[in-house]
C-alpha cells in the first residue's frame, strides 16, 4: 500500500536519474497525497518527458467519475487481467520519481493507533538517500464535454523482509537499468515488463517510525521525516490528527484545494 511519499531530491539530481528533456524547477513536498499532481515520467515519441498528473486513475471508460473509485495503487498480481488497469500496462506504463513513502503499522491485538514509518533508500556514508522510482501507470480520461484529465496509479506487490513487519504490502520500485524495459509499451510487451513487479531487495531501503504528524495533509515540512527520537515539532497550524484508518475505496473527485507539487 502506498497513500503518502515524499519527493524532495533537487530537480537536477531528478533529472539526472530520469533522463527526461524538460528542466522543471520545483519545490520539496514531504507529505503528497492522493488527488494532488504528482510528476511522472512516460515515453513520448520515443523520449522520456515529465510530466505531471492527478494521483489517482481514473480508467478512460469510466462514464462518471463521481461514482468511480479513486484509484490511487494498483495491485500487481492482478494488474494485467483487472479492466481497470489491463489496458494501461499494455500501452501507458511510467515512473514516479520518489524519495520515500509512508506505511502505517496496525496497533496489535489492543487496538492501539497506527503508528507511522518512513521509508526510503538507505543512505550511505554522507546520509544522503538516492531518489528511487516507483512503478506506475496513466491513463487519461475524456469527459462527455471534451474534457480531460490525467490521472496515475503506483503499483503495488508483496513487502519483502525489510518491511514485512510495518506492513504487508510495498510499492513496485524500478531500477534505473531497466527504466527502459518498464517505459518502452511499444516493443516491450506488458507480461514481459511484468517481470518487475515483485518486492525490491532488501538491502535497497530502510525503515524508522516517524511522528504522527504526517497524519494531517496539510503538514508539510522536513519534520515530518525526522525519525521518532528526534522528531522536530511541526508548526501549531498544523497540528496532528488522529492516526489514518486503513485506506478504502474513495469515490472520485477533482483536485480539492490541497497544495500542489510545482
Not at 484529465?149 to 504490502?169: E, F, M, P, Q, V
Request: hydrophobic share 40%; aromatic share 8%; charged share 25%.
Amino acid at each position: 500500500m502506498c497513500g503518502r511519499y515524499v519527493i524532495i531530491s533537487t530537480p537536477e539530481a531528478i533529472r539526472a536519474l530520469f533522463r527526461y528533456g524538460e528542466q522543471p524547477n520545483f519545490p520539496p513536498r514531504y507529505n503528497v497525497a492522493p488527488t494532488q499532481p504528482i510528476p511522472i515520467v512516460r515515453l513520448v515519441d520515443g523520449r522520456r518527458s515529465l510530466t505531471l498528473m492527478r494521483w489517482g486513475l481514473l480508467p478512460s471508460w469510466v462514464k462518471d467519475p463521481k461514482t468511480f473509485p479513486l484509484l490511487i495503487n494498483a495491485r500487481g498480481e492482478s494488474v494485467l487481467e483487472k479492466p481497470a488497469f489491463r489496458n494501461a500496462v499494455r500501452r501507458r506504463r511510467c515512473l514516479i520519481p520518489t524519495d520515500g513513502f509512508y506505511e502505517w503499522q496496525a496497533g496489535g491485538k489492543a487496538g492501539g493507533p497506527k503508528r507511522p514509518f518512513f521509508v526510503c533508500a538507505k543512505k550511505d556514508d554522507d546520509g544522503n538517500a538516492a531518489p528511487l522510482a516507483f512503478a506506475g501507470l496513466w491513463e487519461t480520461w475524456t469527459g462527455p464535454n471534451g474534457e480531460e484529465l490525467d490521472t496515475a496509479a503506483i503499483i503495488t506487490t508483496s513487502a519483502n523482509r525489510t518491511l514485512s513487519a510495518i506492513h504487508d504490502r510495498m510499492p513496485v520500485f524500478v531500477p534505473p537499468e531497466a527504466f527502459d524495459l518498464w517505459l518502452d509499451c511499444a516493443n516491450v510487451e506488458a507480461d514481459v515488463a511484468a517481470v518487475l513487479i515483485r518486492p525490491t531487495d532488501d538491502n535497497l531501503l530502510e525503515a524508522y517510525e516517524v511522528g504522527t504528524a504526517v497524519n494531517r495533509v496539510a503538514n508539510d515540512a522536513a519534520a515530518l521525516i525526522a525519525p521518532m527520537t528526534a522528531a522536530a515539532p511541526v508548526p501549531a497550524q498544523a497540528a496532528e490528527q488522529a492516526p489514518v484508518k486503513k485506506e478504502k475505496p474513495k469515490k472520485a473527485k477533482e483536485p480539492n484545494g490541497q497544495a500542489s507539487l510545482f
